[in-house]
């Protein structure tokens, strides 16, 4: 599982003494617990509602090294980039998201502007929140629009 993996690869970080992956597992493991008990009750995830997470944690990342970035922060940025790169390496391989779009809106039959919003919930099923939400609308808008 997933969070065993996240859990065993934290402990070798810490005893290798390498700052830089222990703090970043440590705040992906600190979101996974977060998800797990938001609710009515606690429950185990599973291994997609982790990945979930992780793209999340990913995410962050990335807007807060902007940040650093258009603060004049190049070294905060540099760090945050690092810790997103310990997170992505758990991530599965990159989408090919230009075909599932293409795949769903042939089975769906999805054509014009007006099947933006049924066409958008076929692709973020399949997509499942391993894809970025603005990418996937801006793809799927041009292709219906073209």
Wanted: no cysteine; glycine share 6%.
């Amino acid at each position: 599982m997933l969070a065993e993996r996240l859990r065993d690869d934290l402990t070798a970080a810490m005893k290798r003494r390498d700052e830089l992956a222990t703090s970043a597992l440590r705040m992906a493991l600190a979101g996974i617990k977060e998800a797990a008990v938001s609710g009515k009750e606690a429950r185990d995830l599973d291994d997609d509602e982790i990945i979930k997470v992780l793209t999340k944690q990913v995410k962050k990342r990335e807007e807060a090294a902007e940040a650093f970035r258009n603060a004049g922060r190049a070294d905060r940025a540099d760090r945050e980039l690092a810790e997103r790169e310990v997170l992505a390496a758990y991530l599965p391989a990159a989408l090919s998201l230009e075909a599932i779009v293409n795949e769903v809106l042939a089975e769906g039959a999805f054509s014009g502007m007006a099947a933006m919003g049924p066409a958008m919930k076929a692709v973020t099923a399949r997509v499942a929140g391993r894809a970025d939400g603005k990418t996937v609308s801006a793809l799927v808008r041009e292709r219906l629009a073209g």
